[in-house]
Protein backbone atom coordinates (compact mmCIF):
# COMPACT_ATOMS: atom_id res chain seq x y z
CA UNK A 1 0.00 0.00 0.00
CA UNK A 2 0.71 3.48 -0.65
CA UNK A 3 2.60 5.50 2.51
CA UNK A 4 0.07 8.40 1.32
CA UNK A 5 -2.64 5.80 0.91
CA UNK A 6 -2.01 3.98 4.59
CA UNK A 7 -1.51 7.84 6.53
CA UNK A 8 -5.02 8.94 5.08
CA UNK A 9 -6.24 5.31 5.81
CA UNK A 10 -5.33 5.81 9.40
CA UNK A 11 -6.06 9.33 9.79
CA UNK A 12 -9.73 8.43 8.36
CA UNK A 13 -10.15 5.45 10.85
CA UNK A 14 -8.39 7.35 13.75
CA UNK A 15 -11.50 9.51 12.99
CA UNK A 16 -13.74 7.47 12.35
CA UNK A 17 -13.50 5.62 15.70
CA UNK A 18 -13.29 8.92 18.16
CA UNK A 19 -15.80 10.18 16.57
CA UNK A 20 -18.19 7.18 17.27
CA UNK A 21 -17.18 6.09 20.33
CA UNK A 22 -15.33 9.37 21.94
CA UNK A 23 -11.64 9.65 22.55
CA UNK A 24 -10.82 7.99 25.74
CA UNK A 25 -12.90 4.95 24.45
CA UNK A 26 -10.90 4.86 21.14
CA UNK A 27 -7.40 5.22 23.43
CA UNK A 28 -8.26 2.35 25.36
CA UNK A 29 -9.69 0.11 23.25
CA UNK A 30 -7.67 0.36 19.83
CA UNK A 31 -3.42 -0.47 19.49
CA UNK A 32 -3.76 0.92 15.86
CA UNK A 33 -4.93 3.99 17.28
CA UNK A 34 -2.35 4.22 20.14
CA UNK A 35 0.33 3.51 17.84
CA UNK A 36 -0.51 6.08 15.47
CA UNK A 37 -0.50 8.90 18.22
CA UNK A 38 3.27 7.66 19.00
CA UNK A 39 4.02 8.05 15.75
CA UNK A 40 3.12 11.43 15.61
CA UNK A 41 6.73 12.06 17.37
CA UNK A 42 8.52 10.81 13.95
CA UNK A 43 8.87 13.67 12.44
CA UNK A 44 10.76 15.35 15.05
CA UNK A 45 13.51 13.22 14.21
CA UNK A 46 13.45 12.87 10.06
CA UNK A 47 12.70 15.61 7.47
CA UNK A 48 14.83 17.58 5.21
CA UNK A 49 18.22 19.67 6.69
CA UNK A 50 18.09 16.71 9.26
CA UNK A 51 18.43 13.21 7.53
CA UNK A 52 21.92 12.55 5.92
CA UNK A 53 25.37 13.21 6.79
CA UNK A 54 27.37 16.66 6.60
CA UNK A 55 31.20 17.54 6.95
CA UNK A 56 31.66 21.23 7.59
CA UNK A 57 34.30 23.59 8.36
CA UNK A 58 33.04 26.05 11.43
CA UNK A 59 36.40 27.70 12.46
CA UNK A 60 39.76 27.59 11.49
CA UNK A 61 40.55 24.34 13.75
CA UNK A 62 36.86 23.04 13.95
CA UNK A 63 34.69 20.71 12.08
CA UNK A 64 31.60 19.68 12.78
CA UNK A 65 29.72 15.89 11.36
CA UNK A 66 26.29 15.48 11.41
CA UNK A 67 24.81 12.42 10.98
CA UNK A 68 21.06 12.61 10.74
CA UNK A 69 20.10 13.97 14.31
CA UNK A 70 23.59 13.52 15.90
CA UNK A 71 26.23 16.16 15.74
CA UNK A 72 29.99 15.83 17.12
CA UNK A 73 32.96 17.95 16.06
CA UNK A 74 36.24 17.74 15.22
CA UNK A 75 39.28 18.95 16.43
CA UNK A 76 42.78 19.77 13.81
CA UNK A 77 45.91 19.72 16.15
CA UNK A 78 49.58 19.40 15.62
CA UNK A 79 49.45 16.34 17.15
CA UNK A 80 46.41 14.26 14.95
CA UNK A 81 42.66 14.86 15.66
CA UNK A 82 40.49 15.18 18.45
CA UNK A 83 36.74 14.28 18.22
CA UNK A 84 34.31 14.94 20.84
CA UNK A 85 31.46 11.56 21.10
CA UNK A 86 31.76 8.87 18.15
CA UNK A 87 28.00 8.67 19.53
CA UNK A 88 27.27 5.00 17.26
CA UNK A 89 29.56 2.62 15.75
CA UNK A 90 27.30 3.66 12.13
CA UNK A 91 28.11 7.26 12.69
CA UNK A 92 31.67 6.73 13.72
CA UNK A 93 32.51 4.71 10.94
CA UNK A 94 31.31 6.85 8.41
CA UNK A 95 32.69 9.61 10.35
CA UNK A 96 36.02 7.76 9.94
CA UNK A 97 35.78 7.62 5.98
CA UNK A 98 35.29 11.23 6.17
CA UNK A 99 38.11 11.97 8.05
CA UNK A 100 40.42 9.79 5.40
CA UNK A 101 39.15 11.68 2.46
CA UNK A 102 39.66 15.13 4.57
CA UNK A 103 42.95 14.38 6.17
CA UNK A 104 44.92 11.33 4.72
CA UNK A 105 47.64 10.34 7.24
CA UNK A 106 46.01 12.33 10.13
CA UNK A 107 45.34 9.74 12.95
CA UNK A 108 42.28 10.34 15.93
CA UNK A 109 44.97 11.20 19.06
CA UNK A 110 42.28 11.65 21.66
CA UNK A 111 38.92 10.72 21.61
CA UNK A 112 37.00 12.36 24.59
CA UNK A 113 33.38 10.95 26.00
CA UNK A 114 30.95 14.62 26.99
CA UNK A 115 28.96 12.09 29.14
CA UNK A 116 28.86 8.57 29.31
CA UNK A 117 25.25 8.13 28.02
CA UNK A 118 25.25 4.91 25.58
CA UNK A 119 24.17 6.85 22.42
CA UNK A 120 27.08 9.04 23.11
CA UNK A 121 30.07 6.53 23.29
CA UNK A 122 29.10 3.79 21.71
CA UNK A 123 31.06 2.45 18.72
CA UNK A 124 34.52 4.73 19.20
CA UNK A 125 36.82 1.49 17.82
CA UNK A 126 36.06 3.08 14.64
CA UNK A 127 38.03 5.91 15.20
CA UNK A 128 41.12 3.89 16.32
CA UNK A 129 42.02 6.96 18.64
CA UNK A 130 45.64 6.63 21.05
CA UNK A 131 43.55 8.43 24.11
CA UNK A 132 39.90 8.23 25.09
CA UNK A 133 39.01 10.59 27.97
CA UNK A 134 35.71 10.29 30.12
CA UNK A 135 34.33 11.67 34.12
CA UNK A 136 35.65 8.79 36.22
CA UNK A 137 32.30 8.45 37.30
CA UNK A 138 31.00 7.00 33.84
CA UNK A 139 32.13 3.28 34.65
CA UNK A 140 30.11 3.01 37.18
CA UNK A 141 26.98 3.46 34.71
CA UNK A 142 28.62 1.41 32.48
CA UNK A 143 29.02 -1.21 34.38
CA UNK A 144 25.42 -1.46 35.28
CA UNK A 145 24.01 -2.03 31.79
CA UNK A 146 25.44 -3.75 28.75
CA UNK A 147 27.94 -1.34 27.05
CA UNK A 148 30.43 -3.57 24.64
CA UNK A 149 30.20 -0.76 22.21
CA UNK A 150 31.67 1.29 24.35
CA UNK A 151 35.25 1.64 23.95
CA UNK A 152 37.23 1.88 27.51
CA UNK A 153 38.94 5.27 27.84
CA UNK A 154 42.52 5.36 28.73
CA UNK A 155 42.10 8.48 31.31
CA UNK A 156 39.45 9.74 33.49
CA UNK A 157 39.01 12.85 34.92
CA UNK A 158 37.11 14.95 37.29
CA UNK A 159 35.92 18.77 37.67
CA UNK A 160 37.19 21.37 35.31
CA UNK A 161 39.99 20.07 33.22
CA UNK A 162 41.69 22.30 30.64
CA UNK A 163 43.36 19.63 28.67
CA UNK A 164 46.24 20.67 25.84
CA UNK A 165 45.97 19.14 22.76
CA UNK A 166 48.63 19.39 19.79
CA UNK A 167 48.51 23.08 21.13
CA UNK A 168 44.84 23.45 21.59
CA UNK A 169 43.23 24.32 24.80
CA UNK A 170 40.60 22.46 25.14
CA UNK A 171 38.43 23.60 28.34
CA UNK A 172 36.20 20.87 29.33
CA UNK A 173 33.70 22.36 31.84
CA UNK A 174 31.98 20.19 34.74
CA UNK A 175 28.49 20.19 34.60
CA UNK A 176 27.63 18.99 38.22
CA UNK A 177 24.13 16.98 38.43
CA UNK A 178 22.77 17.98 35.52
CA UNK A 179 22.57 15.86 32.52
CA UNK A 180 23.96 12.93 34.62
CA UNK A 181 26.67 13.90 36.76
CA UNK A 182 29.26 12.63 34.23
CA UNK A 183 28.69 15.55 31.87
CA UNK A 184 31.20 18.04 30.43
CA UNK A 185 31.20 20.87 28.08
CA UNK A 186 33.39 22.12 26.00
CA UNK A 187 34.67 25.60 25.14
CA UNK A 188 37.82 26.50 23.00
CA UNK A 189 38.63 30.16 23.60
CA UNK A 190 41.22 30.27 20.77
CA UNK A 191 38.35 29.18 18.22
CA UNK A 192 35.61 31.35 20.48
CA UNK A 193 33.19 28.39 20.06
CA UNK A 194 31.02 25.92 22.50
CA UNK A 195 30.21 22.61 22.62
CA UNK A 196 27.63 21.02 24.17
CA UNK A 197 26.27 17.44 24.73
CA UNK A 198 22.07 17.23 25.49
CA UNK A 199 22.50 20.71 26.72
CA UNK A 200 20.92 23.38 24.38
CA UNK A 201 19.75 23.19 20.84
CA UNK A 202 19.42 25.82 18.17
CA UNK A 203 15.32 26.99 18.18
CA UNK A 204 14.26 23.32 18.19
CA UNK A 205 12.28 22.02 21.35
CA UNK A 206 13.57 19.63 23.37
CA UNK A 207 12.98 15.97 23.63
CA UNK A 208 11.13 13.94 25.76
CA UNK A 209 11.67 17.22 28.37
CA UNK A 210 15.80 16.32 28.08
CA UNK A 211 15.90 12.24 29.29
CA UNK A 212 18.07 12.01 32.33
CA UNK A 213 17.51 15.86 33.06
CA UNK A 214 18.07 16.91 36.70
CA UNK A 215 16.61 20.37 36.21
CA UNK A 216 18.05 22.47 38.90
CA UNK A 217 21.30 21.63 37.98
CA UNK A 218 20.65 21.77 34.23
CA UNK A 219 19.46 25.33 34.70
CA UNK A 220 23.17 26.47 36.69
CA UNK A 221 25.00 24.64 33.91
CA UNK A 222 23.09 26.98 30.95
CA UNK A 223 23.53 30.04 33.29
CA UNK A 224 27.62 28.95 33.82
CA UNK A 225 27.85 28.47 30.22
CA UNK A 226 26.25 31.89 29.28
CA UNK A 227 28.81 33.93 31.33
CA UNK A 228 31.78 32.45 28.74
CA UNK A 229 33.20 34.49 25.90
CA UNK A 230 32.18 32.46 23.04
CA UNK A 231 30.65 33.43 19.55
CA UNK A 232 30.06 29.88 17.91
CA UNK A 233 27.50 27.02 19.82
CA UNK A 234 27.54 23.70 18.53
CA UNK A 235 25.03 21.91 20.49
CA UNK A 236 25.07 17.68 19.97
CA UNK A 237 21.55 17.53 18.12
CA UNK A 238 20.49 19.08 14.92
CA UNK A 239 21.58 22.42 13.39
CA UNK A 240 24.53 24.64 15.16
CA UNK A 241 24.27 28.46 15.93
CA UNK A 242 25.21 31.50 18.26
CA UNK A 243 25.68 32.27 22.04
CA UNK A 244 21.85 34.27 21.82
CA UNK A 245 20.37 30.37 20.80
CA UNK A 246 21.71 29.07 24.20
CA UNK A 247 20.35 32.21 25.83
CA UNK A 248 17.09 31.59 23.96
CA UNK A 249 16.71 28.02 24.68
CA UNK A 250 17.39 28.37 28.36
CA UNK A 251 14.55 30.85 28.38
CA UNK A 252 12.14 28.39 26.48
CA UNK A 253 13.12 25.98 28.94
CA UNK A 254 12.50 28.29 31.74
CA UNK A 255 8.95 29.42 30.53
CA UNK A 256 8.02 25.90 30.15
CA UNK A 257 8.83 25.12 34.09
CA UNK A 258 7.92 28.46 35.49
CA UNK A 259 4.09 27.88 33.48
CA UNK A 260 3.84 24.38 34.89
CA UNK A 261 4.85 25.95 38.63
CA UNK A 262 2.06 28.36 37.73
CA UNK A 263 -0.18 26.03 36.99
CA UNK A 264 0.01 23.60 39.78
CA UNK A 265 -0.44 26.35 41.82
CA UNK A 266 -3.68 27.48 40.37
CA UNK A 267 -5.32 24.24 39.71
CA UNK A 268 -3.53 22.38 42.21
CA UNK A 269 -1.99 19.12 42.87
CA UNK A 270 -2.26 16.06 40.30
CA UNK A 271 -5.78 14.47 42.16
CA UNK A 272 -7.25 17.17 43.79
CA UNK A 273 -10.03 17.87 40.43
CA UNK A 274 -11.12 15.79 37.64
CA UNK A 275 -10.45 17.91 35.11
CA UNK A 276 -6.73 18.71 36.12
CA UNK A 277 -4.58 17.48 32.97
CA UNK A 278 -6.80 19.83 31.02
CA UNK A 279 -6.21 22.95 33.78
CA UNK A 280 -2.44 22.48 33.29
CA UNK A 281 -2.30 21.97 29.61
CA UNK A 282 -4.64 25.25 29.00
CA UNK A 283 -2.18 27.24 31.14
CA UNK A 284 0.76 25.87 29.90
CA UNK A 285 -0.12 25.29 25.67
CA UNK A 286 -1.35 28.91 24.50
CA UNK A 287 1.87 31.04 26.38
CA UNK A 288 4.59 28.38 24.62
CA UNK A 289 2.72 28.29 21.82
CA UNK A 290 2.30 32.04 21.14
CA UNK A 291 6.34 32.19 21.89
CA UNK A 292 7.94 28.96 20.68
CA UNK A 293 4.95 27.58 18.09
CA UNK A 294 7.28 28.39 14.63
CA UNK A 295 10.25 26.11 16.51
CA UNK A 296 11.08 22.95 15.12
CA UNK A 297 9.58 20.20 17.11
CA UNK A 298 6.50 22.08 18.72
CA UNK A 299 3.37 20.06 17.98
CA UNK A 300 5.48 16.45 18.29
CA UNK A 301 6.93 17.62 22.06
CA UNK A 302 5.13 19.76 23.63
CA UNK A 303 2.48 16.94 25.42
CA UNK A 304 6.06 15.25 26.65
CA UNK A 305 7.84 18.04 27.68
CA UNK A 306 4.57 19.64 29.72
CA UNK A 307 4.07 16.16 31.45
CA UNK A 308 8.06 16.08 32.21
CA UNK A 309 8.04 19.77 33.38
CA UNK A 310 4.89 18.99 35.52
CA UNK A 311 6.63 15.83 36.97
CA UNK A 312 9.49 17.68 37.77
CA UNK A 313 7.49 20.61 39.54
CA UNK A 314 5.85 18.70 41.78
CA UNK A 315 8.82 16.37 42.63
CA UNK A 316 11.22 19.14 42.24
CA UNK A 317 13.41 17.61 40.06
ZN1 LIG B 1 22.66 12.18 27.11
Given at each position: ?????????????????????????????????????????????????????????????????????????????????????????????????????????????????????????????????????????????????????????????????????????????????SHTDTLYAFH????????????????????????????????????????????????????????????????????????????????GSVGLREDQM????????????????????????????????????????
Amino acid sequence: MKPLVTLLLAALTALAITACSGLNAALSGSPFVLKTVVGTVDPYFHGPGIDGTRFEKITDRIYTYQWNWYRNIVIVTEVGLVVIDPMNGEMSSALSKELAKHFPGVKVDTLIYSHYHLDHTGGGAALSPTHVIAHEKCPTYWNAVEHTTVLEPTRYIAGDTTLIIGGVEIRALYMGLSHTDTLYAFHFPSERLLFTADLGLVRTMAPDGVPDRYAPGYLAAMNRLLTLDFDTFVPSHFGYGNKQDLADWRDMMESGRKLAHEAIRSAGSVGLREDQMGKYFDAVYYPMREKYGHWHGFDQMFVLNIVRDLIGEALGH
